[in-house]
Nanobody, 117 residues
Framework: QVQLVESGGGLVQAGESLRLTCAASGDTRTISIMGWYRQAPGMEREWVAGMTTGPIFKYADSVKGRFSISRDMNKKTVWLQMNNLKPEDTAVYYC???????????WGQGTQVTVSS
């Protein structure tokens, strides 16, 4: 089992930056995919960014060039650096760890990001 705890959310103005942290506990040795998702009010949860142990990095078009995902060597911490934030980035952000692509994976409780215009 893997437990995830997100932190780093907050209220910022458009154009500012935030860095989200996802701290993992438990056995992460078999985790191969780590990612960030977000869910805005009234919307479905959407994928934002992900990385494999390759590493291979991928980003949703809406955040490409502004967000950056990274992790530590032990796969215990994943970060999401968010620059040039926009009001449409407002959402609860969740991290997700998966053993393989088709697994549901493990979820954290989320951290709120609010961007004012």
């Amino acid at each position: 089992q893997v437990q995830l705890v997100e932190s780093g959310g907050g209220l910022v103005q458009a154009g500012e930056s935030l860095r989200l942290t996802c701290a993992a506990s438990g056995d992460t040795r078999t985790i191969s995919i780590m990612g960030w998702y977000r869910q805005a009010p009234g919307m479905e949860r959407e994928w934002v960014a992900g990385m494999t142990t390759g590493p291979i990095f991928k980003y949703a078009d809406s955040v490409k060039g502004r967000f950056s995902i990274s992790r530590d060597m032990n796969k215990k911490t994943v970060w999401l650096q968010m620059n040039n934030l926009k009001p449409e980035d407002t959402a609860v952000y969740y991290c997700n760890f998966k053993v393989h692509r088709d697994s549901v994976g493990f979820w954290g409780q989320g951290t709120q990001v609010t961007v004012s215009s």
